[in-house]
């Protein structure tokens, strides 16, 4: 074990996060940065689908290229955070989600659904560095026993990104051009119109851009301010050798399911709400009402890291689980409003799961946490697949409500998990 040469300790100013409110800041603005950004991709899909004439599954490609930078860059973003630490690999995230956001310029200049697919990989590329920093960081940052709730609140700050930026990007991005249609143009009236779609796209992401970098240069100047120590592991791939234990084992495969789920729901809903047999209403209309999806599980997170603390974590994410399927066979199986508040209320319900399972899977890693988030992190390529089996699904049988049936088989799994893992580790 040996202390990270390359991330030096400032005399006098790092600290170990016990006694450390403005890094847990600094934690806090990361999660409802890369939430924010993350749920973008909901707002998107439908103005894309719309504009290149895509199916189902092929509009999910949208999350296929954003989620499965997981796969290829969670265990490099562990080895970086060993090499370089917390804080400059924060950096490094961000000015790569930077770089993601400016990729939408070439994809808007040329009207292009690949290009744009480009883009996204990039910014889940930045998005994976940041995630895999901030989770095992907000550990970090307060004592073991209070990781659960501490991981669970600063979830929530994720859930007001998720809120927000929805918000905005229904606005720009469905609003100005609501009342046109790809479908009802041909031949140069319809590349006019993708291009000027593609701009209100590209605008949004601009301003991030410009957000993203002015972050990374603070990040940047607080470089020296947390005194590490981590396992020296020598290849990235040694954290491979953590799936041995099957908790964590279990939590992985938990985390693929989960974020698989809530993307697969979260993308669905502009087209669900829109169909006739729900709401029948327009895409912006659909679009104003992702935040509700959003902002559940902004509401039971801040709810959750108080229960967490006083009902075991295993215990609640089965309850919650098993409240999932529950809202989902209503919701499959209703009709008007009822069809659609059901489904949106399955945000309430995920509010906790992903920082349970986290934790549940992370207990007694210690030192090698950072490997441990990597492996976990990578997990998150279930946003990449599970959506697209989904459209899939979806487009084989011919109803978004049948290919619901899919996110209720992740969270079968995970309630399982729940009750698996209901009782702490005991380390030795």
């Known amino acids: ?154 979830q929530g700050f994720n859930s007001l990104g998720t809120t927000l930026f929805p918000l905005a990007g229904s ?91 809530e993307v697969s729901i979260g993308s669905l809903i502009v087209n669900y709400l829109m169909q006739p047999s729900v709401w029948g209403v327009a895409d912006k209309v659909a679009g104003d009402h992702v935040p509700f999806y959003w902002g559940g599980a902004l509401v039971g997170r801040f709810i959750g890291a108080w229960v967490l603390t006083k009902v075991s974590p295993g215990k609640v994410l089965a309850a919650v689980a098993a409240g999932a399927i529950t809202l989902i066979l209503i919701s499959a199986n209703a009709q008007g409003a009822i069809a659609g508040w059901s489904l949106l209320a399955i945000g309430l319900v995920n509010s906790i799961m992903f920082p349970t399972i986290f934790s ?9 946490a950072a490997e441990g988030s990597g492996v976990i992190a990578t997990a998150i390529v279930g946003g990449a697949i599970v959506p697209y089996l989904t459209g899939q699904l979806a487009d084989t049988s011919g109803s978004l409500q049948f290919a619901l049936v899919l996110p209720a088989l992740c969270y079968l799994v995970i309630a399982a998990y729940g009750v698996f893992a209901r009782k702490p580790v005991v380390v030795a």
């Open 360 to 368: 549940l899977a992370s207990e007694g890693l210690g030192k090698r």
């Open 171 to 261: 606005a720009l991005i469905l609003g100005g051009l609501a009342n046109q249609s790809a479908s009802t143009l041909t031949g140069a009236a319809l590349d006019a119109y993708r291009a000027e779609s593609s701009r209100t796209i590209v605008h949004t992401y601009l301003g991030l851009a410009v957000a993203l970098l002015v972050i990374a240069a603070v990040v940047w100047t607080r470089r020296n301010r947390l005194n590490e120590e981590q396992e020296d592991a020598g290849s990235i791939f040694h954290a491979l050798t953590l799936l041995k234990r099957p908790r964590f084992a279990w939590g992985v495969a938990c985390i693929f399911l989960y974020v698989g789920a």
């Open 1 to 154: 074990m040996q202390a990270m040469n390359s991330a030096p300790a400032a005399s006098g100013d790092a600290s170990h996060g016990y006694d450390a409110p403005d890094l847990r800041i600094f934690v806090f603005a990361l999660f409802f940065i890369f939430g924010g950004i993350t749920s973008l991709n909901d707002i998107i899909i439908p103005k894309l689908k719309e504009l290149f004439t895509l199916t189902h599954a092929s509009a999910m490609l949208v999350q296929t290229a954003f989620f499965f930078a997981y796969a290829l860059f969670s265990l490099p973003a562990a080895g970086i955070v060993r090499r370089f630490g917390y804080m400059r690999t924060a950096s490094i995230g961000l000015v790569t989600m930077t770089a993601g956001c400016l990729l939408f310029i070439p994809a808007s200049a040329n009207a292009a659904f690949g290009l744009f697919l480009v883009a996204l990989f990039v910014l889940g590329a930045g998005i994976t560095i940041v995630q895999v920093v901030a989770n095992p960081l907000i550990s970090l940052l307060g004592k073991p026993q209070s990781a659960s709730s501490r991981l669970t609140f600063a």
